[in-house]
């Protein structure tokens, strides 16, 4: 009997395993479809955190960078039509021939502009010769040069205030300059324009900065003045015949052929991709390399100007990254957590179901020897009570015998 209650102790757990691995399984797989719903949420609300803040530090950065360019054309744009009301310039147009005149305007130019503190500042006549010039003793003087296919010039001539900007010829080739023109009238006609050059280049340096780069693209989406050398000069959008032909016949960018910056933009727009080539000496086995950035921009509709800034996302990837890795400690401390307490549950139900066995087992064999002391308490009771009848039965034989043999002496 004892025998047969210990051999029910594995079977009783056999019962048990079935549904304990279906709550494990059970288990493992809401585990893992929070962990996914945890890990997404953790990552969707990090890398908007992450740059919203990028956005808000270089939203203020591009502020500055539009009103630093604004506050730096705006200090030249009305020097010229202050210095077209001068009765010298006048002279000097309506009397060419005039030497004396025209030696003392080009020191009163250069005079002016060292004290503006512009790059140059020159006379044009109406046929679009530069008649005089604050560089007019360099080398290579601007005296002498045509510029009458200038749009600057075209529209000041027209009675406006001419902007333009290109690749500066000398004495500075290939740097990027800003012109002013403004026309000088006399008896109510246009006799010549008066032009400023600004350089445009150093603005450049004022800008760099290690997580964002910053561009200033045209009417036509070329990029002419940036952080990145590499990109200047290239296009963010197709350029057609028409525009590639103007470019060509003002030489407003020199030589420039155009190749395109390889922009590939997300839905939203404001996530872009730039695919570069490595440079020849790249470890990088694949020959281009792209790079996320952040894009943001702002107009400056006067100059028909786009001011854009490229955040790069490394501080937003680390953000999240971080967050990540600590979501997924969390949880994995959770489940391991969880996985001990569960350990510990299960020993403990497997020792109070020993110690149940063992009590049962133990309570059945008691139970088992009380019946056989009880057995043999009645079968010993049964053998007393036959020996005293045995007893009474020889005692009553005895008497018998002894009447018996009392009756025969009698005879």
Sequence with gaps: MAETSIEAIPK?????????????IVFIACFIAISAVVLWQTYYWSQKIGLEEIRERNDHTLNLIVTNLQGELSQFQYQPALLANSKLFQSVLLDPASGPTLNGLNRELE???????ALETFLVNKAGIVVASSNWAADRSLVGTFVGAK???????????????AIS????????SYFFAHPIRSSNR??????????????????LAPDHETLVLDEAGIVFMSTRSDWRFRSTASLNDEILSGLKRLHQYGDQTFPPLNISQSVGGNIIEITQSQPPNSQNSSSERTTRYLLQQKKMTTAGWRVLILAKLDSATLQTNISLIVVSFMLVSALLLFAVLYQRRLRL???????EAAQANLEHQVEQRTEAL???????RNE?????????ELHKTQAELVQSAKLAALG
């Design 111 to 117: 005079r002016v502009n060292f004290l503006s503190g």
């Design 384 to 392: 007393i009570f036959e020996r005293h009848r045995a007893e009474a």
């Design 374 to 380: 009880t057995d043999a308490n009645l079968q010993l």
């Design 190 to 207: 246009q006799i010549g324009v008066v032009v400023i050059r600004l350089r445009l280049g150093s603005l450049e340096e004022r800008w």
């Design 12 to 24: 009783q757990k056999s019962t048990q395993l079935v549904p304990t691995q279906l709550v494990r």
């Design 169 to 176: 010829g000398p004495p500075d080739a290939g740097e990027m």
């Design 151 to 165: 749009p600057y010039f075209q529209t000041a001539m027209h009675g406006g205030l001419g902007r333009y900007h």
């Design 349 to 355: 139900q497997e020792r109070i179901s020993l110690q």
